[in-house]
Each structure stands twice: as C-alpha cells, then as structure tokens.
C-alpha cells in the first residue's frame, strides 16, 4: 500500500470537512464526530487520532486573537469594562466554535497524507 498522498490536496479537502482521499465525502457525521467510513470512496477514518490536537491549536490562535481585540477595543471601552468583556468573550466563543472543525479536518488530512495511527504507510507527493 504505497499510493501517493497530496498533503496540500489532503489539507484542503479537510478543512472544507470533506474526505482527506477524494474531497467528495463528508469527515465528520456530527459537528466534531468523524464518519467511520467516507461515504464517497470507502476509506477507512477510525484510526484518526486528533485527540485534543485541534481544540489546542484553536486556542492558541483564539486566544492571540481576543488578546489583540481587546488591545484595539481598550481605548473606546475604558469606561465600559464589562461591555468589553462580554464582547471578546463571546467573540471568542462562537471564533472557537467556527474553528474547531475546519481544523479538526486538518488533523484528520495531516494523519491520513502522511500515513500516520494506521491509515497505513504513505509515499508523499511533497
Ligand atoms: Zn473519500
């Protein structure tokens, strides 16, 4: 089994949550469940392993990204500290929510092209 995996094909397949293999099948059945099965071209999606590898990733750049709102929106929410809160609060919520799939679906296409956790061994294409 020594096909050749486009990781860029793969990465983009993932992140629109389509199937890391042929781009035409759902990745997950639920908003964070992976199909076992792609229902397009059969491949095989248990031995994905993202455990808690996306939810990292989103928070790492969520947390970057309501440190520098809340920089910008200081000056004009200084006298409302609460407003701002609650906006990059919940800012930050519904950006995390957004996020998680699309890299979820990374994940999930990172360990398919590159053969990892038993989708078995990979001849990269790049
Ligand atoms: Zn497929």
Known sequence: MCESRDT???LKNGVRLRCPKC????????????????DACGLDLT???ADDGPAYVVILLVCHI?????????????????????IVSIGAI????????????AFVAIQW?????GFGVAKSAN
């Open 8 to 10: 860029k094909t793969a």
């Open 23 to 38: 781009g035409k099948g759902k990745l997950f059945q639920s908003y964070l469940k992976v199909e076992s099965n792609c």
């Open 47 to 49: 031995p994905q392993r």
């Open 66 to 86: 309501a440190g520098v709102a809340m920089h910008l929106m200081y000056k004009p929410f200084v006298d409302n500290p609460l407003a701002l809160a609650l």
């Open 94 to 105: 519904v950006l995390s929510l957004t996020m998680l799939p699309p890299v979820k679906g």
């Open 113 to 117: 092209a590159k053969g990892m956790h």
